[in-house]
């Protein structure tokens, strides 16, 4: 009875530490000593029973017999003669089944660890799709954690969660940021690795898109699509722009982000140890987006140089010019990051000529880049390959120093040609080519 008390007590440790169901635990557990006893009761696959019963503290396994006849010898562990039986089962007879004990410890040490091995890979199994039913649904979303164990070496952070321990790396915490055992955080689930072995929750504090999970907390407005957050770019633990839109023409985006007396923007502040946030409203009209996500410094001018390379040239006064760069460039970066343009920031006026950025000339053309010779006849070349050949005839290269010597000596030795190009344009382009042809022939 101790021996079976013993393992009830294990068994109910093993529940709690797996966060198993003891009734699933105790089907693993049965399937495991199944098998082991199989392997050591080879004949008796079929016969061998199992039974676990925790209210009872019950822990027995058996293999079922059928009584035979005194006079006939038993073949295998599957009979018993009538005499034998009765000992065990007064009640015993010849075609009847009894009970034969097995007993546990003398399954041999293969089997006893053959069944381990097959606990600890259910517990696997379990533990694996107990992981994926909690967090897959939580994927790439916020959720609040605490710190239990900080390793001071490699500064690795466990964290508690529900009964899970994650694992916050360094490289995921906030530069700067000191977590104490017992303080609950917010992290954001980057993804789950290795679904279908192992499952690994990646976790991190540093994300972008752990500011938006925490506006949408602190941000009702946010939450329920009335306020839309367009883009994020962010520098942990530094600073962090935002840039928000209102689907409501009553509400404003930024002051909803805000709050009352700073209220929501103190809120998501302190989750992120002090991070300077700066909220941008969000603008269909590229130029005026630009210029906003470059606060705080004023800007005079936005012009696009290319809306397919999303390159700019951003004009600002000479006293602003070091606030729009930002420290290490940091302003000037999250900008790009926010908006997706490179952008060249440019003072009003030069420090060495004092003149004025061409910019902000009224008289200003954004300059075209040519299309090079190749990528044009690319284009032409599919809208209509059947005009391959007479293109390529058209296609002037630009002339070597060999070609324009060349190209003046013929000049001098063919009058016919000078006179060719001095005729007027739209002759020269309706002549056949034939006819340039045969006449060049005779």
């Not at 991190?204 to 602190?218: A, G, M, P, W, Y």
């Not at 004023?298 to 696009?304: H, S």
């Not at 190749?374 to 391959?388: C, I």
Request: glycine share 6%.
């Amino acid at each position: 009875m101790n021996r079976n008390t013993d393992f009830f007590k294990a068994l109910e440790s093993l529940g709690e530490e797996n966060s198993v169901e003891t009734e699933l635990l105790i089907e693993k557990i049965k399937s495991a000593m199944l098998k082991a006893a199989r392997k050591a009761y080879p004949h008796s696959e079929e016969n061998i029973r199992v039974e676990i019963d925790p209210a009872a503290k019950k822990f027995e396994m058996y293999i079922v017999q059928e009584v035979i006849e005194d006079d006939l010898i038993a073949i295998d562990e599957n009979e018993i003669n009538l005499s034998a039986a009765r000992a065990i089962d007064p009640a015993a007879y010849v075609g009847g089944t009894i009970l034969k004990e097995i007993d546990i410890s003398k399954l041999g040490r293969m089997a006893a660890l053959s069944a381990k091995q097959s606990i600890k890979g259910d517990l696997r199994e379990i533990n694996r799709e107990q992981m994926l039913s909690r967090f897959e649904s939580k994927e790439h979303e916020c959720i609040t954690v605490k710190v239990s164990q900080i390793e001071p070496g490699r500064g690795t952070v466990t964290v508690d969660y529900q009964g899970t321990e994650l694992y916050l790396f360094r490289n995921e915490q906030i530069p700067g940021e000191t977590l104490e055992e017992g303080k609950s955080v917010k992290v954001y689930i980057t993804g789950i690795v290795g679904k279908t072995k192992k499952p690994i929750v990646k976790i991190s504090r540093t994300h972008k898109d752990l500011v938006k999970r925490i506006f949408e907390l602190e941000v009702p407005e946010i939450y329920d699509g009335t306020v839309e957050v367009k883009s994020i770019s962010r520098e942990a633990g530094s600073r962090t722009k935002i840039a928000v839109w209102s689907n409501d023409p009553n509400v404003d985006a930024v002051g909803a982000c805000i709050g009352a007396k700073r209220s929501r923007i103190t809120a998501v502040v302190n989750e992120l140890n002090g991070e300077k946030i700066d909220i941008i409203p969000w603008s269909e009209v590229i130029e005026e987006f630009i210029a906003r996500a470059l606060a705080p410094a004023e800007v005079l001018k936005t012009v696009v140089i290319s809306p397919e390379e999303k390159t700019c040239t951003v004009i600002v006064p000479n006293n602003q010019l070091s606030l729009a760069i930002g420290n290490k460039g940091q302003n000037a970066k999250l900008a790009a990051k926010l908006t997706g343009f490179k952008i060249d920031i440019k003072p009003q006026f030069d420090t060495i000529t004092n003149q004025e950025a061409e910019e902000l000339s009224p008289d200003y053309v954004v300059p075209v880049k040519e299309e090079p010779v190749n990528e044009a006849l690319d284009e032409y070349f599919e809208m209509d390959p059947g005009a391959a050949e007479e293109a390529a005839e058209t296609v002037v290269e630009e002339p070597t120093e060999t070609a324009e010597k060349e190209l003046a000596e013929t000049e001098d030795a063919s009058p016919e040609i000078a006179v060719a190009e001095e005729t007027e344009p739209d002759e020269a382009e309706t002549a056949p080519f034939d006819e340039a042809d045969e006449n060049g022939g005779e």
